[in-house]
């Protein structure tokens, strides 16, 4: 069984690809149990525009389509749709998160001096995101066989996916043995850096565009901007490890060994000695190679809305049976009678 989300909180762009998407879907092809939502219960811990979060969530599940999603064997679904997150949320911060471990939430703490630079205050659900997540997680349990959840992201979601599993490991221990441990699956383009500053994630709610490649940027604008984005003055070294801290050659490798399916390694030998004017020409030449066609997918998907909508209500249907099932057992375990004050055997 697979589980990943993403927020509706910006334009999708190639790092979120290489990060998730692309391992989802590679996963995929060997697990036929695959829910992918949109977190837009998360999206909502921050600012966002009431008037186009709709949309932007909707986009998003097209976009996840068009990468090659498989609706056959996995589940597509807006995570408010299976209001189970939401529940199990609230049993997990009250039994097994602690308020200790938030604090060292890394995210959070980046969040909260975003925020205080333009004096405002974060949100209690910005403080409580983890415990969400960890419900997200936590509620897709292969029961059956027993096999860990797995859960592919990129490296900046280490830290919450630690936590997870540390939230699953105290519930269990303080309750019996309920969940079984889920599996981060970190990617191998483990953290896509911003094009100008290679010290920074790229990220959708980035204000400056020109930092990120878009899934749907045009191709004239992906040239323009790897042409921008920020080199040294040096050749290209022929080891990975002469790259040392010179991390926007690094990113651009990263990108481009992730595009081409190659090592770091092999990558690095590829352009050893050349200039940055060919590792740009040749990264915009295999990123839009393999943007074009999913963003024709992209744009005939998004056309398409009543047979969106009837995938989401399929996805959050199939979803809810799962999520349901665990949050039954999970409410057992901590004494919470199911149905009018009756347990399940009793009904
Ligand atoms: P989000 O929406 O920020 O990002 C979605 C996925 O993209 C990955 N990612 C990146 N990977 C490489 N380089 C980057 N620059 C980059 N930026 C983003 C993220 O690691 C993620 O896999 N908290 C999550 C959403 C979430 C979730 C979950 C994920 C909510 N509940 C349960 C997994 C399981 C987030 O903010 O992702």
Not at 139 to 153: C, F, H, I, R, S
Request: hydrophobic letters at 40%; charged letters at 25%.
């Amino acid at each position: 069984m697979i589980i990943t989300g993403i927020q509706p909180t910006g334009n999708l762009h190639i790092g979120n690809y290489l990060g998730a998407i692309k391992p989802l879907i590679a996963l995929q092809q060997n697990d036929e149990d695959t829910y992918a939502f949109i977190a837009d219960y998360h999206a909502i811990t921050a600012n966002f525009d009431p008037a186009s979060f709709s949309q932007v969530s909707r986009d998003l599940v097209a976009m996840i389509l068009a990468c090659d999603f498989d609706t056959e064997r996995g589940s597509i679904f807006l995570q408010s749709d299976v209001p189970e997150h939401t529940e199990m949320a609230h049993i997990l911060g009250c039994t097994a998160a602690r308020v200790g471990q938030l604090n060292r939430m890394i995210q959070f703490k980046e969040k909260m001096a975003a925020l205080a630079e333009n004096e405002e205050t974060p949100s209690v659900g910005l403080y409580t995101y983890p415990v969400l997540q960890a419900a997200d997680v936590l509620l897709y349990q292969d029961a059956e066989n027993g096999t860990p959840t797995k859960v592919p992201v990129g490296d900046d979601q280490s830290q919450h996916l630690n936590l997870v599993v540390d939230i699953a490991a105290s519930f269990n221990h303080r309750f019996g043995d309920t969940f079984i441990l889920p599996k981060p699956v970190i990617s191998t383009a483990p953290r896509i850096m911003s094009l100008f500053d290679g010290t920074k994630k790229m990220s959708k709610s980035d204000p400056d565009d020109m930092n990120r490649i878009n899934m749907s940027d045009p191709a004239d604008r992906i040239v323009k901007k790897f042409r921008k984005a920020t080199t040294d003055q040096h050749m290209i070294c022929g080891t990975v490890e002469e790259i040392g801290d010179r991390v926007c050659l690094r990113n651009l490798l990263t990108i481009y060994a992730a595009f081409a399916d190659m090592t770091l390694d092999e990558a690095v030998a590829h352009f050893a000695g050349k200039g940055f004017g060919a590792l740009k020409g040749e990264l915009a030449d295999i990123v839009v190679a393999t943007l074009e066609p999913i963003q024709a997918r992209y744009l005939d998907i998004r056309e398409r809305k009543q047979a969106m909508s009837q995938m989401l209500g399929r996805g959050a249907m199939g979803a809810s049976i799962m999520a349901s099932d665990t949050l039954h057992r999970v409410r057992k375990a901590i004494g919470i009678a199911d149905r009018n004050g009756l347990g399940e055997d009793e009904v």
